[in-house]
């Protein structure tokens, strides 16, 4: 056993330090695993390529396959002569080339094999493109692997925002909705709302508190609404939320106000830090309430 255990370990030397084989393929050879191999190296003191080691025999081995493979081609290292040169030249005047003016639409010859697949057409623009058979890798952008056909990200976002406004303009969905975020979420008025409310029990304004997703419109939910059946609304802004540069439209007051108007409401929006002047913000809602 101990003559069978140096044979081996000199076998590894050979084909490891003689052979410039990988760890892997020494292991192939001897018909064991890559850690045994391991091992065996280490206990017998044979010393492990570092990086820079396996770079350069890497590329040793690559230039000794290719001598050997220039070997073998006869025409390696030849070159035409004039004769030659100018008999293919006259012979290929007038020619040709089989794909000169096909697109990949026309003909399907100009796809590599990996990427043919099967003629479709999007279901958006009409362009004509080939989908590939198999079903996309996690590679693949997103709007391949959504059902449907669709030959770009553009035409994909196209239809999905046409798919998002009908399902938004449908109220039983709305309702559906705002029904299950309130059960998932339990909203409670915040603290700009509970000031709001403690003025207006104070003061004792027709509006109440709907922010719970008690009232949709459409696919927003105002923070309160007049109490006696008038199309009056009013928001509460937060001063970091909805004074964002990058805020959307529907958040800046504007667009909140011009939303709503489109559905026969009136708004008013009050910003979180004017809560401070009680003074103010009742002149206003009594303004609104009463003056518009």
Avoid at 95 to 101: D, E, L, V
Avoid at 212 to 223: A, E, V
Wanted: hydrophobic residues 25%; aromatic residues 10%; positive net charge.
């Amino acid at each position: 056993m101990f003559r069978d255990k140096l044979t081996r370990r000199a076998r590894i030397e050979e084909l490891y330090w003689g052979q410039y084989l990988s760890l892997e393929d020494t292991a192939g050879k001897l018909g064991l695993s890559y850690r045994r191999v391991r091992k065996i190296m280490r206990e017998g003191g044979i010393r492990i390529r570092s990086r820079s080691e396996s770079f350069h025999v890497s590329r040793k081995v690559h230039e000794a396959r290719q001598e050997q493979m220039s070997k073998k081609n006869p025409v390696q290292g030849k070159k035409h002569t004039p004769e030659t040169i100018n008999k293919v030249r006259k012979a290929s005047l007038g020619r040709t080339s089989w794909n000169k003016g096909l697109t990949k639409e026309d003909d399907s010859r100009l796809i590599s094999k990996k990427r043919k697949g099967v003629m479709v057409v999007c279901q958006i623009c009409g362009k004509r493109f080939y989908k590939p058979r198999r079903p996309p890798s996690r590679g693949s952008p997103k709007y391949i692997e959504k059902p449907g056909v669709y030959c770009s990200k553009e035409c994909y976002d196209k239809c999905r925002s046409e798919l998002a406004k009908k399902v938004w303009n449908n109220e039983d969905y709305c309702k559906n909705w705002a029904e299950g975020m309130r059960f998932a979420y339990q909203t409670k008025p915040n603290k700009p709302e509970k000031l709001f409310i403690n003025i207006i029990e104070e003061n004792d304004f027709s509006y109440k508190y709907v922010g719970d997703n008690s009232l949709r419109i459409g696919r927003l939910n105002p923070d309160f609404a007049h109490n006696n059946g008038e199309m009056k609304l009013i928001e509460i802004f937060g001063d970091y939320w909805h004074n964002r540069s990058d805020e959307r439209y529907l958040g800046t007051v504007k667009g909140r106000i011009e939303y709503f108007k489109e559905r026969g409401y009136d708004c008013l929006v009050l910003w979180e830090h004017e809560l401070n002047n009680k003074q103010n913000i009742i002149y206003k809602v009594e303004t609104f309430t009463g003056g518009i």
